[in-house]
Structures are given as structure tokens and as C-alpha cells.
């Protein structure tokens, strides 16, 4: 979906609005990981940004903790894939 | 800030008299239910707010007894000068109370009274955050879909100008920057999504991915003798040889004629022949079918 080139942390945390250490909290649980190809640093594609903000959305404004958060973000994306099937 | 009346306790469907366990299930309920990261629905996103905003309010008995007694001016006690609760407020957010010579924002406002701020269960904090990546559909006819153009979206009372590119496929999703839901507490804004929707067409009809099924009709002499006719695509009209002895329902393919692939290139068109008799012959006409009905002998073909 996305063509954009692989980009690094930091920037995953500017796009999304929140500070990096959060970002890397969200990386623990599983919620994005690092893009496959080598690089000097790791790298990670740009739509973790928009993944990020969501989970950390409902976790505040649900009440989820992390992994409640990373656990419903992953569901919400299979639901939207079954239902792009139809 | 929209301070149009709303019924908090209508919003949070729970009676005048409900205690605090009642407002608090009922919100996290519908919470969850209208949250725009788990609800698609165009509303969601307001719905969500204004469940916010009655929380904010019923769940605080300070601000809960104001709404009860004042209705609709609940908030204009707010707006007077500042007391010693305010005092305490600034002073906890860092503001001291000596002459800073600070306004009173409407962002601080919403702060204090909105329905962003801590609700009391632990549950908020704070801070900037992106705001929600939105979808939309962008129809298109088959033509338009195949040249690229504009066209004026209107999504939340807004008015946003989209290019979309030559070649969009069925069910494609096109990247707005920043067109989303705006960010909180200065956080970055969402992006728009559009997923692009192919409107059906009068005359090509869908086969598979990439193809495309026309129809192409031909006169009974045409299909039996082999002829060059004009066939419509979706780029103008094209000629296609019709092989002698053709018969109706035979496909003819025009390569790279039919839908953009997701890799590059475009499908193919299926010209299907389709032998059509006019209604009425004329004398002659109807004499020669007559000579070749004749010649060929009654029965039908196999």
C-alpha cells in the first residue's frame, strides 16, 4: 500500500505525533516491526506511524493497556482484510 | 467550540437519576462502540465526542449539579473571572499566579471544561497525538478511471481538491497526506484514504481482474463472410477483424485494451460477437435469405 522508502524511528515518531520512547514501547508488543532489508540502521515502514497513533488512540481513550492496544489494532486489521475479500 | 444544547443524559442513554456506576458503563460502553479507530461509520467520530463531552460532565458531580439546575447555560458560570479553583488549576499546570499576563484561550478552555481533559479514572493522559486516518469512496466510471483527472470531494463540511492518476484500479487505495482527522494537542493530522470504486458500465462489463466483456454486433452476412468492424473500448473505437464463419458468443481478444494490472500493463478486451438481424428485411433481402435458406437446406446448423 505504501511505496514510501523505509524510514527511521524518529521519523515514525514525528508522523505520529508522540515521543520516541513510546514509539519503542509499541515496537516491544509487536505492533510494527523493523523493515527486512539491511540498512545501518533500522529501518521501519512509514504506515507504522498511522498504527501507532491508532493503538495509542484507543488506548487512551479506551482504557486498553499495550498489549490490549497492539491486540485490537491487529484484529481491526483482520477484520478490515476479510472484509475487503468480499 | 459548538455550545449547541445537548441532552447529556439522552447521549449516554441512562436515566436523570443514574449513579455514577450507571454513568460509567454506559460511557465506556458507547465509547467503545463509536471510537472512529473501531467504528467506519461517517458520525462516529462526533458521536464519540459528544459521549466524551457528556461524560466529562456527568461524571464530575460539581459540573453535573450545574448542568442539572442551569440546562443549556450550565457553562456560563465558567466564564466568569477566575476563583480559587482556578487559581489552584494554573498553578498545578505550571502557570504561575503572579503576572504573566496569560489569556484565556479557547484551547484552554476545552481543557478545563471540554471533553479531552482527565476524566478522573486514570484512564486519559495527555499529550500531542496524530489524528485518525480517514476513508473515503471515490467513484469512478470506467473511462475516467483509465485517464486520470480531478474532482472536489466534500468530507467534513470541507471541500478537498483530489488528483487521481491515470490507471487507478478497482478497489485502490490513494494517499491524501494530512487530509485526515486533525491532531491532538498539536500532534500531526491523519491522513485521507480513498479507495477508489469502479461505477458499473452500460456497455464493458467486468471479467476477472483485469478483463473486459463487449459486445460486438455484426451482421449475419459480416459473421459468415468475415469482415473488419468498428468495436467501442474504454479508449475510443477500435477496428476488429471478424474471422470468417464466425457465430455468436465467439470471443475476439483486443490485447491491452482492457482494465490497468496492479504491476504495469493493462488487460485484455473481449470483443464477443453478437449476429443481429434487423427486424424487417426489405424485398430483396428477404429474397436472397429465401435462395439461402433454399441452397442450405431447412435445418438448422449443428
Excluded: C
Excluded at chain 1, 58 to 64: C, E, Q, S, T, V
Excluded at chain 2, 88 to 104: A, K, P, V
Excluded at chain 2, 166 to 184: E, K, T, W, Y
Amino acid at each position: 500500500m505504501s511505496s514510501e522508502q523505509p524510514v527511521e524511528l524518529t521519523v515514525i515518531a514525528r508522523r505520529a505525533g508522540v515521543r520516541i520512547a513510546l514509539v519503542r514501547r509499541y515496537l516491544e508488543f509487536g505492533l510494527f516491526e523493523a523493515h527486512p532489508e539491511p540498512a545501518e540502521s533500522p529501518r521501519y515502514d512509514p504506515s507504522s506511524a498511522a498504527r501507532v497513533a491508532r493503538a495509542e488512540r484507543m488506548r487512551r481513550d479506551l482504557g486498553l493497556n499495550y498489549a490490549g492496544a497492539v491486540l485490537v489494532s491487529e484484529l481491526l486489521d483482520r477484520i478490515r482484510e476479510l472484509e475487503s475479500r468480499q | 467550540m459548538p455550545l449547541a444544547y445537548t441532552d447529556y443524559y439522552e447521549v449516554l442513554g441512562v436515566p436523570r437519576d443514574a449513579d455514577q456506576d450507571a454513568i460509567r458503563r454506559a460511557y465506556r460502553k458507547l465509547a467503545r462502540t463509536y471510537h472512529p479507530d473501531v467504528n467506519s461509520d461517517s458520525d462516529a467520530e462526533d458521536r464519540f465526542k459528544q459521549v466524551g463531552e457528556a461524560y466529562e460532565v456527568l461524571s464530575d458531580p460539581e459540573k453535573r449539579e450545574r448542568y442539572d439546575r442551569l440546562g443549556a447555560n450550565w457553562r456560563e458560570r465558567e466564564q466568569e473571572a477566575p476563583d480559587a479553583n482556578f487559581e489552584e488549576f494554573f498553578t498545578r499546570q505550571g502557570f504561575g499566579s503572579d503576572d504573566t499576563g496569560f489569556e484565556f484561550s479557547d484551547d484552554l478552555f476545552e481543557r478545563l471544561f471540554g471533553g479531552r481533559a482527565g476524566d478522573g479514572s486514570g484512564w486519559r493522559t495527555s499529550g500531542p497525538l496524530r489524528g485518525v486516518d480517514r476513508e473515503a469512496l471515490l467513484e469512478l466510471s470506467l473511462e475516467d478511471a483509465l485517464e486520470g483527472g480531478r474532482r472536489k470531494l466534500t468530507l467534513d463540511r470541507r471541500d478537498i481538491d483530489v488528483n487521481f492518476p491515470a490507471g487507478v484500479r478497482d478497489g485502490q487505495l490513494i494517499r491524501l497526506a494530512g487530509q485526515g482527522g486533525p491532531g491532538r494537542d498539536g500532534g500531526p493530522p491523519g491522513d485521507l484514504y480513498l479507495r477508489i470504486a469502479l461505477k458499473p458500465h452500460p456497455a464493458f462489463r467486468r471479467r476477472g481482474e483485469n478483463d473486459l466483456d463487449v459486445d460486438l454486433p455484426v451482421a449475419a452476412w459480416q459473421a459468415a463472410l468475415g469482415a473488419t468492424v468498428p468495436v467501442r473500448t474504454p479508449s475510443g473505437t477500435a477496428q476488429i477483424r471478424v474471422p470468417e464463419g464466425s457465430s455468436s458468443g465467439r470471443r475476439l481478444r483486443l490485447r491491452g485494451r482492457g482494465l490497468p494490472k496492479a504491476g504495469g500493463g493493462r488487460g485484455d478486451l473481449h470483443a464477443i460477437v453478437k449476429i443481429t438481424i434487423p427486424k424487417h428485411l426489405s424485398d430483396r433481402e428477404r429474397e436472397l435469405y429465401e435462395q439461402l435458406a433454399k441452397d442450405s437446406g431447412q435445418e438448422a446448423p449443428v
